[in-house]
């Protein structure tokens, strides 16, 4: 099947702990994205990357990292710095991240609690 | 600041009613508008919007843009508790989305 997967499903980390969450796609798209969702906000953009090997920051990325070695994978990290990161994360994918027409796709999602 | 505004944050309608869901964007160089519906998990993609005043439809859904008032709106007819969830607006602009608060929507029986 194609598609964009997540996990875990839920992630529950200690204080002062980093965690890495997955998000692999068989979509062979180029460009993928994580979000962040809170209630009642909107998804807010933490990082993408456009292409293997670059990544830009979005706009709320403080405290977390990424990495994109291979097309089909950009785990995201959410280190000790995160000051906030009980959230529910979305991970996406384009084609492209360039063309106007382009459609977003998510994931599942991982629901991550810090206790 | 880029941003999206969705209203009415929240909706409570009965089986059968018609709804309409509105969205408001103020973006520099947009490029195009994008409705999702997210149930439990994944947002769901639903329409893209590029052009003003023409209506993109499926099923009992359907969507328009008008780029000149910065606004889209999402009707549903004869909703059914199938409807219920939240219903995310989202702007393209360069390479980014910014999404709006979305619209909590529950279709009672």
């Not at chain 1, 990544?55 to 994109?68: C, H, L, P, T, W």
């Not at chain 1, 785990?75 to 492209?96: D, E, M």
């Not at chain 2, 059914?80 to 529950?106: E, H, M, P, W």
């Amino acid at each position: 099947d194609g598609g964009i997967t997540q996990s875990p499903k839920y992630l529950f980390r200690k204080e002062g702990q980093n965690v890495t969450l997955s998000c692999e796609q068989n979509l062979n798209h180029d460009a993928m994205y994580w979000y962040r969702q809170d209630p009642g906000q909107g998804l807010r953009l933490i990082y993408y990357s456009q292409i293997v090997n670059d990544f830009q920051k979005g706009d709320i990325a403080e405290g977390y990292s990424v990495s994109r070695e291979k097309k089909e994978s950009f785990p995201l990290t959410v280190t000790s710095a995160q000051k906030n990161p009980t959230a529910f994360y979305l991970c996406a994918s384009s084609i492209s991240s360039g063309g106007s027409t382009d459609t977003q796709y998510f994931g599942p999602g991982t629901r991550l609690t810090v206790l | 600041e880029d941003k999206v505004v969705q209203s009415p944050l929240s909706l409570v309608v009965h089986e059968g009613d018609t709804v309409t869901l509105n969205c408001s964007y103020e973006v520099t160089n947009f490029r195009s508008l994008l409705w999702y519906k997210q149930e439990k998990k994944a947002p769901t993609f639903l329409f893209m919007l590029t052009s003003s005043g023409i209506e993109k439809k499926s099923g009992r859904l359907s969507s328009i843009l008008d780029k000149k008032e910065l606004f889209s709106i999402l009707n549903i007819t004869a909703t059914q508790t199938g409807d219920s969830a939240i219903y995310l607006c989202a702007s393209r602009y360069g390479n980014k989305l910014v999404f709006g608060a979305g619209t909590i929507l529950r279709v009672k029986s």
